[in-house]
């Protein structure tokens, strides 16, 4: 698992990379938690490159969507693999967040 | 043909990674789709990460014993999980997550089992003899029908 973030204003792209599971759901946790402690309200997170997510890291970003929300702003989501968002329908997550076709329109989600 | 491959798992948060990555890797050279071994795998992550994590609290990890035996035939997959730590039926003792709640009001917990219950065709348990012993099956038949209905 990797996370790479780049900012604009108060807004970030998160790109998440690899296998988030309980074994290193800690990291995803802190990772996500730095770039939101750094003044991000709106957070977007690029799924291209994710192969595999758990509970665990539906956790991770139940905390995140929380946080985001509490900021004024929120969690989107963009290049969702066709599996992982099966695992954001089946888990109701899709009512917690948007799920977008490229990093712009995410980012863009927000300043409507 | 159907093949078989069995797991000691050791009571340590990195074994329900090894065993899924395994477990994937086996599954994808019997030919199994890409679509089951993903839902399948990560039932597999959900029941063994909550085994290592909860079932022997409190008791001493040296009598504890987790396998794992998988079956991969042309009927399907499944696989037993087999632990000898406090008895937990997770179709029964675990809260189904209410998916209508905001994500303020939204319990953190359960959504590995409901995961698993949606991805897994067949999710049976029993506790025999001190033993949990929860059954997971995947026909690849039905899988199919699934995706064409």
Not at chain 1, 66 to 89: F, Q, S, Y
Not at chain 2, 137 to 144: E, I, K, N, S, V
């Amino acid at each position: 698992m990797n996370v790479e973030a780049s900012y604009s204003g108060n807004i970030a792209v998160a790109s998440v990379s690899g296998r988030v599971d309980s074994a290193n759901a800690k990291d995803f946790d802190k990772a996500l938690r730095d770039i939101i402690d750094r003044g991000v309200t709106g957070l977007v997170v690029d799924c291209n490159d994710l192969r595999y997510m758990s509970s665990a890291g539906l956790r991770v970003l139940l905390i995140a969507i929380r946080k985001t929300n509490a900021a004024g702003g929120g969690l989107a989501m963009c290049r969702v693999p066709d599996h992982i968002r099966e695992v954001l329908e089946v888990s109701g997550f899709v009512r917690l967040t948007s799920i977008h076709d490229s990093a712009e329109a995410a980012s863009a989600s927000f300043s409507s | 043909m159907e093949v078989r491959h069995d797991w000691d798992v050791a009571i340590d948060g990195a074994e329900p990674r090894r065993v899924a990555e395994e477990f994937e890797e086996i599954a994808l050279a019997q030919g199994v789709p890409m679509g089951i071994v993903f839902k399948f795998q990560l039932a597999l992550d959900e029941i063994l990460t909550n085994v290592v994590s909860y079932a022997f609290a409190g008791r001493d990890a040296a009598q504890a014993v987790v396998r794992v035996n998988a079956r991969f035939g042309a009927a399907g997959v499944s696989a037993v999980i087999l632990d000898n730590g406090l008895p937990f039926n997770p179709l029964q003792d675990a809260a189904t997550p209410d998916m209508e709640l905001s994500a303020e009001d939204r319990q953190i917990g359960g959504l590995g089992i409901h995961l698993t219950r949606s991805f897994v065709h067949s999710v049976s348990y029993e506790r025999t003899d001190g033993w949990n012993r929860l059954s997971l099956a995947q026909p690849l038949q039905a899988h199919t029908e699934e995706e064409t209905a």
